[in-house]
């Protein structure tokens, strides 16, 4: 009893309940960014991540959903202007190299 008394104590005292979406993404963006374009990122800013979204999915009301859905439109853009890069090459040989510049 005397351990969850102080487990809730802690969980009040870390201001938990005070979690916004918003300001943990926009902490995460830029990481999440480097990542996608193969960009070296600290292993401060790795850990970091995992606590963001730790924060984000265990605090936010339907963080799990929030996170999942500006991931997945982070990582739209990021294959759309990808394939910008690579589609206007016309010929076989220039997409293939192209393609292969753009992923590797």
Not at 17 to 42: D, G, M, T
Not at 45 to 67: A, C, M, P
Not at 83 to 90: D, G, V
Request: with cysteine; aromatic share 8%.
């Amino acid at each position: 009893m005397a351990q969850h008394k102080m487990e809730s104590l802690l969980l009040l005292g870390s201001n938990n309940n005070n979690v916004i979406f918003e300001e943990e993404w926009a902490k995460s963006l830029p990481v999440v960014r480097n990542l996608l374009c193969r960009q070296n990122v600290s292993k401060f800013e790795w850990q970091d991540l995992f606590s963001t979204n730790n924060r984000i999915t265990s605090w936010v009301d339907s963080g799990n959903e929030k996170l999942l859905s500006v991931l997945k439109e982070e990582l739209t853009k990021h294959v759309g202007e990808a394939a910008n890069k690579i589609l206007p090459h016309s010929d076989v040989d220039s997409l293939l190299k192209a393609y292969i510049q753009e992923w590797e």
